[in-house]
């Protein structure tokens, strides 16, 4: 998984705490983790294309938050930057070397590695649809009681 999924995680965070201010812009968003700018945008406009965030032209235009972190789960997050193809593809090996003679119209049972890779991989997606990014927030300000306060106020100052 890209690290575009951890900076937009983020983003949506600070999002949430500025909720109410005027949009955030990228450079602004980016000067919060000492992100390069031009890669964060990548990562915000498929926030934006996803649903997940919308974006505002111009120069005080930014980012907000399309809908509450409770209806934002952690699927729709890494979905909107992976994308939703499966992590693993059988590329089928078991039919080359000591495979090699099995034509491919005969019938085999189903790859065992990638039938164990699917379960593990439906696993993964159901947790992650089972956790809003309002419970990685709530995870955080639990873990840092004032962290939105302490978000707000470094905003305010740079």
């Known amino acids: 998984m890209s690290e575009g999924v951890e900076w937009a995680a983020h983003c949506c965070l600070l999002l949430d705490w500025m909720a109410g201010d005027r949009p955030v812009s990228t450079t602004r968003l980016a000067a919060g983790f000492e992100l390069p700018p031009p890669y964060l945008n990548k990562q915000l406009q498929a926030l934006v ?13 930014g980012f907000r938050l399309a809908r509450p972190l409770e209806r934002i789960t952690m699927m729709d997050l890494v979905a909107a930057i992976e994308g939703s193809e ?14 090699a003679g099995t034509p491919v119209s005969s019938p085999t049972p189903p790859c065992s590695v ?7 991989e439906l696993a993964w ?8 990014l309002a419970d990685v927030r709530d995870d955080a300000e639990r873990a840092n009681p004032g ?10 100052r740079n």
């Open 114 to 120: 990638a039938t164990a890779m699917r379960r593990a």
């Open 49 to 61: 294309k996803a649903g997940i965030a919308t974006s505002t032209p111009g120069a005080r235009g």
């Open 147 to 156: 962290l939105g306060d302490e978000v707000r106020a470094w905003y305010a």
């Open 86 to 99: 499966d992590a693993f593809q059988c590329t089928e090996i078991r039919r080359r070397g000591i495979g």
């Open 125 to 132: 997606r159901k947790a992650l649809s089972e956790q809003t």
